[in-house]
Each structure stands twice: as C-alpha cells, then as structure tokens.
T-cell receptor, first 109, second 118 residues
Framework: QKEVEQNSGPLSVPEGAIASLNCTYSDRGSQSFFWYRQYSGKSPELIMFIYSNGDKEDGRFTAQLNKASQYVSLLIRDSQPSDSATYLCAVISNYQLIWGAGTKLIIKP | GAVVSQHPSWVICKSGTSVKIECRSLDFQATTMFWYRQFPKQSLMLMATSNEGSKATYEQGVEKDKFLINHASLTLSTLTVTSAHPEDSSFYIC??????????????FGDGTRLSIL
C-alpha cells in the first residue's frame, strides 16, 4: 500500500515567520508531487507542483523535493493569517494520486 | 487558467430524491475527471474516476448503481446520486485533469457541492 504521510498538526506559526510543512512518501518511484490548500468548508486549491529534485519557488511559496530521502516540503514565507488552512500533500504513485491526510496550519497574528 | 466549475453549490432535498451535480472544465479539455466525497473533519475520499467517452472506474465500496457518473464530453462530467438518503449527505467535489490516464498533470478542483438530504 503506497502511503503519503503528513503531521496532522495543528502547526502554529506567528505572523510574518516561515511556515514549514513536510510530507514523506513510500513509493521511491514517484515522480510527481503536489501541494494543495484547503480552507475549512471549501474545496482544495492547487498551490504548487514539483517534479524534479531541488527547490521551486512561486511568490511566497517554495516547494522542496528530495527524492533520495523521499520527502517533499512546502515553505511559506512571511506567513499571513489568511494562510491558515489545511495543506494537503499528494503524490502520483503508479499513475494514481495518493493523498496525505493534511497538516492544519494556524498563523497567529 | 485551469478553471473547473461545479454546480449546484448547495442542494437540500427530501429523502428518495435523485440529485444531479455537474462539473465543467471551462478553459481546458478534461480527459479525466474525478469525484470525491468529504465528510466533516475527514480526508478527501475518491469515489470514482471517469475518462471521456468511457465508463467510470469506481473505488471499492462505492455503489455504481447509486452514484451514476457520465463523462460524455471533454468538458462535462455529471454525478447523479440516485434515491438519496440522509447518509448520503456530504460535500461532493469534482476535479479535472488533462492528459492520458498516465498523465502527471495536477488535478484542478471545482468549488464542491454541499448535499443535505432531509
């Protein structure tokens, strides 16, 4: 059974700090990795996707992928209260999208 | 880009009613669409995957005769909850993706439909 693991949180971060969200996956052959944000009562929204080892930056968001260690992370710089949400990690394994359970992030003003 | 529209947003109806939910990709061709269900404070649960022009693939435990899925075009998929009962009350979310079944493209989500069966 292919798995994607995330700490459920909540992760509490002061406003303006860097929020670091981590995700590990079990299938070494996975090639595609996604981060989604889900506000309470809303549907998921794609934040970032990454396919290659290293960092990928988009505004305040940076996705980091380390295939050797089988983890992918999401950094949020200058965290804002509006970043408070559940962040879902998803990994394509054997052509199927496997979801993590999500990390609840709380940004404290 | 990659906008997915889902309609209706809310449905409240009596037990025994059938409810149809539409999912449209507005600015891309969605070769594959997915239907999820999410109960409060729980994870997303994939119900079925549909490819344009072919029968949907249902996840284990999902009744195909109760949740009818049609994906007749590259921009529209529908989910019909037949003879809905209170236990079917949930948040139903569709997503769409372009590319083949082996695609590594991300899924893009609609806004979801909150279904309440009285």
């Amino acid at each position: 059974q292919k798995e994607v693991e995330q700490n459920s949180g909540p992760l509490s971060v002061p406003e303006g700090a860097i929020a670091s969200l981590n995700c590990t996956y079990s299938d070494r052959g996975s090639q595609s990795f996604f981060w989604y944000r889900q506000y309470s009562g809303k549907s998921p929204e794609l934040i970032m996707f990454i396919y290659s080892n290293g960092d990928k930056e988009d505004g305040r968001f940076t996705a980091q992928l380390n295939k050797a260690s089988q983890y992918v992370s999401l950094l949020i710089r200058d965290s804002q209260p509006s970043d408070s949400a559940t962040y879902l990690c998803a990994v394509i394994s054997n052509y199927q999208l496997i979801w993590g359970a999500g990390t609840k992030l709380i940004i404290k003003p | 880009g990659a906008v997915v529209s889902q309609h209706p947003s809310w449905v409240i109806c009596k037990s025994g009613t059938s409810v149809k939910i539409e999912c449209r990709s507005l600015d891309f061709q969605a070769t594959t669409m997915f239907w999820y269900r999410q109960f409060p404070k729980q994870s997303l649960m994939l119900m079925a995957t549909s490819n344009e022009g072919s029968k949907a693939t249902y996840e284990q435990g999902v009744e195909k005769d109760k949740f009818l899925i049609n994906h007749a075009s590259l921009t529209l998929s529908t989910l019909t909850v037949t003879s809905a009962h209170p236990e079917d009350s949930s948040f139903y979310i569709c997503s769409a993706r372009w590319g083949s079944s082996h695609s590594n493209q991300p899924q893009h989500f609609g806004d979801g439909t909150r279904l309440s069966i009285l």
